[in-house]
């Protein structure tokens, strides 16, 4: 069994260029943009309670369980440092921390340094996966914080460390409950597998034990994050058949990561080619008890989706829904990532025929295919040199092995400054400069108890604004988590002029009148003043009292 042993200086640097890399090329650095639209304004009112009253968004924090959002707030008050700049740090520190955790991880199922090292690069590429969530990450949120923990929690598993791995899965809890119970989900069924596996054998009692003084080496670690859910308000969710029209919302709004049924198809075959492309290359290699326990974990993926599907699109259930159990593939894509870098060396060390390794990595790429096309292509160039450099100048012309990994890391960290021109990469909000201009105008200009009526088709103003929002597309998300919020939201938008067609949000937002506006202030009543943003080209009978070009603001009340 594979043992730990300190990192190496050679791998520290390449755990630092991988976290460069992706940091400036592969998944260029975001803030201010998709989860942090929620994530950041919760900061904001955490730390300023007088912020943001009346918001219909800010009151659902409550039916967050993270520590995520306290531990930020206690950072950033106790180093003085701007927002921003906590953010980038602690996004550089968790990247180099996933890269060491998933060269560990592969080092545990493979024994090999160079399959760890392969693997990295495979995961640098982050992309979306089936329920449309990601495996590395561009932003700083609760599920990348937690994303090392993770991985060292499987790792732990693979080495029956029970106590360790379910107490890894305890502390990712208090951070981020919903990965943390696919990953508890993987090590239980894995271990369970195992014990059956052992149930004969004289030290069946003693493995036993520890598996289940891990159970509560876990149970005692998630209590801080049990303590934030046994003392916060209970959100409308009944566990069984959800309140009338809830389906109907998640559906309109969030379809992409609930109803499998509305998935495109393109994005099934896909993963069946990436499985098929594992099974080639390793189908030839006896397993070992490591690989048995990982695929164990992969049944464990397999049935929790089966559950989501059955209880999202057969017998719709509160609970199963809440779960989003299809979020539970990426950890299996993953670990599929390294059996696959495994066959690549396999390969180079002619253990199997070259043409498996072809035709798997054939199979394999589309898996990729959710990202910018030209980072998809940079990822196509990358896999074929690693290929490249293994077969033709390691097989056939001895190089060291390391040159199929530092040589195309290299090439990637070459791409650095022509991806920081192409995306004028900041630090501060990314967002839209015009949009991010209204925002900055609000935050000066209003009192902290002004409203505002926004496009609903242009999110996050919640962002640099630090105001109260009537409503916006993104703000939909939040009904996964209290069954009350939907109704109220949907309400909201179609006084914002939503036809039931997201495709519509613009054209419906032109459409209101004076009326419409005055309306929907009098649905703010905790804002003193209340303003709209228009768009440029929309007119109306309030005063305008800032305009750029691109937006409008008008004061309403």
Not at 388 to 396: A, D, F, H, N, Q
Not at 507 to 518: A, C, Y
Not at 526 to 534: E, K, N, P
């Amino acid at each position: 069994m594979f043992k730990t042993t300190p990192i190496r200086i050679q791998e520290t640097g390449f755990f630092a260029l991988l976290t460069l890399a992706s940091v400036f090329v592969a998944n260029p650095y975001a803030f201010g943009l998709d989860n942090h639209f929620i994530t950041l304004p919760f900061i904001w009112e955490k730390a300023y309670p007088e912020l943001f009253p009346g918001d219909l968004v800010i009151a659902e924090m409550q039916y967050f369980y993270t520590w995520f959002l306290d531990g930020i707030v206690w950072l950033w008050k106790t180093t003085g440092l701007k927002l921003e700049i906590l953010f980038f740090g602690l996004h550089l520190l968790i990247g180099f921390l996933t890269f060491w955790a998933f060269f560990y991880l592969a080092r545990v199922i493979s024994g090999s340094r160079a399959v760890a090292a392969v693997a990295c690069m495979l995961l640098l590429f982050g992309t979306k996966t089936i329920g449309y969530v990601g495996t590395i990450e561009s932003q700083l949120m609760e599920r990348t914080v937690v994303l090392p923990l993770e991985f060292l929690a499987l790792a732990w598993m693979l080495q029956r460390r029970w106590i360790m791995a379910f107490g890894a899965t305890g502390l990712a809890f208090c951070i981020h409950p919903l990965s943390s119970f696919y990953i508890g989900g993987m090590i239980a069924f894995a271990g369970l597998y195992f014990l059956w596996t052992k149930r004969q054998e004289p030290l069946f009692k003693r493995q036993a034990g520890h598996f289940t003084l891990g159970i509560m080496a876990g149970a005692v670690a998630a209590i801080p994050g049990l303590y934030l859910k046994a003392h916060s308000a209970e959100p409308v969710m009944p566990i069984g058949v959800p309140l009338p029209g809830w389906l109907e919302i998640l559906e309109l709004r969030s379809s992409y990561h609930v109803f499998p049924f509305d998935w495109p198809i393109d994005g099934w075959f896909r993963a069946a080619a990436f499985w098929m492309a594992v099974w080639i290359v390793n189908r030839s290699r006896k397993n070992r008890e490591v690989d048995r326990m990982v695929i164990a974990a992969w049944c464990a993926v397999g049935l929790m989706a089966v559950f989501g599907m059955v209880f999202s699109e057969f017998f719709p259930l509160s609970l199963p829904i809440q779960f989003q159990f299809f979020r539970s593939y990426p950890f299996a894509f993953m670990l599929g990532m390294i059996f696959l870098a495994r066959g690549m060396v396999r390969a180079v060390h002619q253990r199997i025929p070259v043409w498996h390794i072809l035709v798997a990595s054939a199979l394999a790429l589309p898996a990729w295919l959710e990202m910018d096309l030209s980072k998809y292509g940079a990822m196509v160039f990358i896999w074929a040199l690693m290929l490249g450099i293994g077969l033709y100048g390691v097989r056939k012309r001895q190089w060291p092995l390391r040159r199929m990994i530092i040589l195309p890391l290299v090439f990637v960290l070459m791409l650095a400054p022509a991806s920081i021109n192409l995306s004028h990469f900041q630090l501060t909000n990314q967002q839209d400069p015009q949009w991010v201009a209204v925002q900055q105008w609000a935050r000066k200009s209003t009192p902290p108890d002004a409203g505002f009526i926004v496009p609903p088709a242009e999110r996050g103003f919640r962002v640099d604004s630090h105001r109260t929002v009537f409503v916006d597309w993104n703000d939909g998300t939040q009904n996964f988590f209290n069954q009350e919020f939907g109704q109220a939201w949907l309400a909201r938008m179609q006084m914002a002029g939503f036809n039931g067609n997201p495709a519509d949000m613009k054209r419906g937002f032109q459409s209101l009148v004076t009326p419409k506006f005055l309306a929907i202030a009098e649905n703010m009543p905790a804002s003193g003043q209340v303003y709209a943003v228009l768009y440029g080209d929309m007119r109306s009978g309030f005063p305008t009292v800032f305009e750029n070009g691109k937006y409008r603001v008008v004061r309403v009340r």
